[in-house]
């Protein structure tokens, strides 16, 4: 099956922006980083977005597409160190191992407050729910 063509969208970090790195072994015991969304209501490049939300650079999204991105590490990277303050409940930190230059980025930039920033990203036929990410960048 090949893989579909993917298209710039971009993204504000912080404001209800969600980010979960989990591993699944369901997919091959690889790694994976999901992050959720807002949609905005307008393009990516109309210079509107808010903190939380992501637009195709050209269009908003429209209903039935997903606001969840998915990076795969497919064996390329793997998280190697957590730090989780159960008192707060909240991650104090997380460093990656690998070939793991996009998911740094993309953990920081969704992570970090009013952050603009930009990925590669497709529809998967085969998976509904998610958008796929190719590419962490423009």
């Known amino acids: 099956m ?9 993204l504000r970090g912080g404001g209800a922006m969600k980010v979960v790195v989990c ?15 807002t949609r905005s209501s307008q393009s990516g490049s109309s210079g509107a977005l ?8 050209d269009r908003p999204l429209i209903a ?13 990277w793997h998280a190697s160190i957590f730090e989780f303050d159960a008192r707060t409940r909240r991650l104090g930190k997380i460093e990656f191992s690998g070939d793991c230059a996009g ?10 407050a ?8 497709f529809n998967p036929p085969w998976a509904s729910g998610m958008l796929l990410v190719s590419k962490v960048g423009p």
């Open 2 to 10: 090949s893989t579909p063509p993917s298209y710039l969208m971009m």
């Open 23 to 37: 591993f699944n072994p369901a997919k091959g015991g690889g790694w994976e980083l999901q992050l959720t969304f």
């Open 50 to 57: 808010q903190p939380g939300e992501g637009a195709w650079a």
């Open 64 to 76: 039935s597409e997903a606001n969840m991105l998915l990076l795969c590490g497919e064996g390329r």
């Open 103 to 112: 998911v740094k980025n993309l953990f920081e930039w969704a992570t970090t």
């Open 114 to 121: 009013n952050h603009l920033f930009y990925v590669q990203a």
